[in-house]
């Protein structure tokens, strides 16, 4: 009988408000032998009227050097891969919680706790992940006085 290792997938926007979440998914696979799969999405801004030129490779490029430097402070010692896509993360995360055992996220803290709006106070794509997951979601909370 071949074990298989636990798999979390952790949603990163790329900002230092990233790094709690990254750290609670670092200390669950360390408690687990879980592996952790840090997933980020990226796209063009879209305005009406205006199409920038196509500089993929570049926003490529800086998201992944980003992306990786959070990554290297927070996850050095547990196995994990980075995966970094251009397209919605609300999509791009729950397409890769598909075979996951857990699913983590962040959601900004104190000032969204006020609003009575569901999708305002948790994100839209933390609320559209915790609709349609097909695993366990665990939302991290995030310091609103922590850096963008």
Known sequence: ????????????????RSIPVLEWAAQHARRTGAEVRVVTAWQFPEVVGYHPPRLEADLSA????????????TLRDVPHEVV????GAARLLL???????LLVVGIRGRQHDRDHDEVRRLGSVTHSVLVAAPCPVVVVPV???APR
């Open 1 to 16: 009988m071949t074990h298989k290792r636990q798999s979390v997938v952790v949603g990163v926007d790329g900002s230092q």
């Open 62 to 73: 800086v998201v992944e050097k980003i992306v990786g430097e959070l990554v290297d402070m």
């Open 84 to 87: 970094i896509q251009e397209g």
């Open 95 to 101: 397409h890769e919680a598909g075979n996951s055992d």
């Open 143 to 145: 310091d609103e006085a």
